[in-house]
């Protein structure tokens, strides 16, 4: 079974920046299109952002615009999302996941656990 690893989540004061890693090793990286997501305490999964497969397509949701970034390495099999003016808002669990395109009709076919970003003073 594939699993995403996801990492780099913490504890961050609002204005902070943190870098969220997303690995897989021994996955067939350049096959997939790499989207984040998140979930709020109390609220649904949202998409945040999505890396097409060979990097040289981006979006973002509206919220995160101009302050969040995604990359990816396909040498290292690694996608990035670095986050900065963090707001409290921002608070929630990021998952990273896998899928065949970033159009959002496609549907996911792997997803990390997880990792919990905290933003608060």
């Known amino acids: 079974q594939l699993q995403l690893v996801e990492s780099g989540g913490g504890l961050v004061q609002p204005g902070g920046s943190l870098r969220l890693s997303c690995a897989a090793p021994?996955?067939?990286?350049?096959?997939?299109?790499i989207g984040w997501f998140r979930q709020a305490p109390g609220k649904g999964r949202e998409g945040v952002s999505c890396?097409?497969?060979?990097?040289?397509?981006?979006n973002y949701a509206d919220s995160v615009k101009g302050r969040f970034t995604t990359s990816r390495d396909n040498a290292k099999n690694t996608v990035y999302l670095q986050m900065n003016s963090l707001k409290p808002e921002d608070t929630a669990v990021y998952y990273c996941?896998?899928?065949?395109?970033?159009?959002?009709?496609?549907?996911?076919?792997?997803w990390g656990k997880g990792t919990l970003v905290t933003v608060s003073s």
């Open positions: 996941a896998a899928k065949y395109s970033c159009a959002t009709t496609a549907t996911v076919d792997y």
């Open positions: 021994g996955f067939t990286w350049n096959y997939y299109a």
């Open positions: 890396i097409s497969r060979s990097g040289g397509s981006t």
